[in-house]
């Protein structure tokens, strides 16, 4: 952990080239102190007849100088190895600094510009330092930011706090022998009618050993952990879904009639086998992304369930009808762990990930999905969105898996795919769809989600890309 410097100031070392090199150089230390650092700078300090060497070697070791920046390019490259001209006399006192101190912070090598064939070219006395990247486009906002968090003393990816033993160390299988030599069976070369027939039947037989479960402990979180057996048994059918012929369908119905048959037994363990449900869904959502499996995806998410949402009446619903929100297990959480979590369900959740089928990153963006299409599906008509509990795991926001699912869209082949998925009729219908949410976005008509204590809100399609940017590219 840095500690965070209310003034910084840095010298800028650099090799003087062309004038559009020079002006670019400029423009960076323009940008520097326009964000409060201050810079030292041979072209704004260094007057006519001063002592270049002198103003170097100040400069290079002024105590008040937080950070050497050395910006990098082929020119600075060959001039700091062979130890030519003020880079090289630059070089002779940095490296000796570098070289001489174990836990040194303050050189920063910053990569201003590539070789003709894209190659980074570093001095050798720099190589094993970490840099920053200023030389690509696409990425020079984002490194400039890091950067310049960095000279402030802030770190980019913050240290987490150290956390308990997870409850897996010591935990064996506890899935069934039959349920894992089922799967085996799927993947086999038995008939389509018998396979057919076989995954039916685990499924029911799943179905009754989770309504017919009741726990015998009061406490709440350890009798959500007791599902999970159920979980991992469902999740290893969804994984063999595929050989079964629409094995999807039979998935979806059985969550269907599960939840409607946990509605009917009102007693409190329907609370956390609704919990449940919902968990069971993020994570078929989750699967079917990882796995490309878009037929299954199209029927998962624009299907009318009937699970009894209103009276246990079988009114019909979207998948909103799996969505449930346990307040009670939120609070069990937090007092567990005596941790404020923003949602003990999520923390809950990402505490016992089933990495068998999906990586924490996955199933955040199945939650985010299921969040997104809320927006965009014709079938999903409740006032409401899907609220995506775990998006306060999706901290790499710009760089994360859902940013960059996003930010295909651009392309004329993902938008086919995702407008096939969402049960669009066209790209042009839905291109009109997707510019009417933004329209009401940018007019404050429609609220992103977010937490009552996180500023940070979930990520939806148009934080990454505008509806005029949709389908321009092959």
Known sequence: MKNKIAHPKVFISY????EEHDEKVIALATSLKGDGVGVVFDKWQLKEGNDTY???EKSVLDESVTNVLILIDPIYEMKANERTGGVGTETQI?????YNKVDQRK???????RDDEGNVRKPQYLKGLLHFDLSMPDSYDNEYRRMVRSLYGIDTYKEPELGKPPAWLDETSKVSYKSRVTVDFFRGSASDVLKENTFSENLEELKRKILEYEYVENEIVSCYCELIPFRDEFLLLVKSNKYVQEGYKKVAKFLEELMYEIRRQQHNIA????????ECYIYMVAYYLKKSEKEALRYTLNKTFYTGTSNFNQDADSYNSFYYFNDELNNAVCKRDNKEYYC??????IENLNVNVCNKDEFVLGDLFCYNASYLIKNYEKTWAWFPLTYIYNRDEYMGLFAKYSKRLVSKEYLKDICYILDFESVDEFIKKYKKIE????????????YNSVYETASVFWDYIESEKLCTRN
């Not at 940095?94 to 570098?98: G, R, W």
């Not at 003990?344 to 959740?349: N, P, S």
């Open 15 to 18: 090799a003087w080239g062309t």
């Open 54 to 56: 002198s103003f170097m």
């Open 94 to 98: 940095i490296s000796s600094e570098v």
């Open 107 to 113: 050189f920063i090598p910053v990569i201003f510009e």
């Open 271 to 278: 609370n956390l086998k609704n919990t449940f449900v919902h």
């Open 344 to 349: 003990g369900t999520a923390a809950l959740w």
């Open 439 to 450: 329209e009401k976005l940018h007019k404050g008509e429609l609220k992103k989600h977010r």
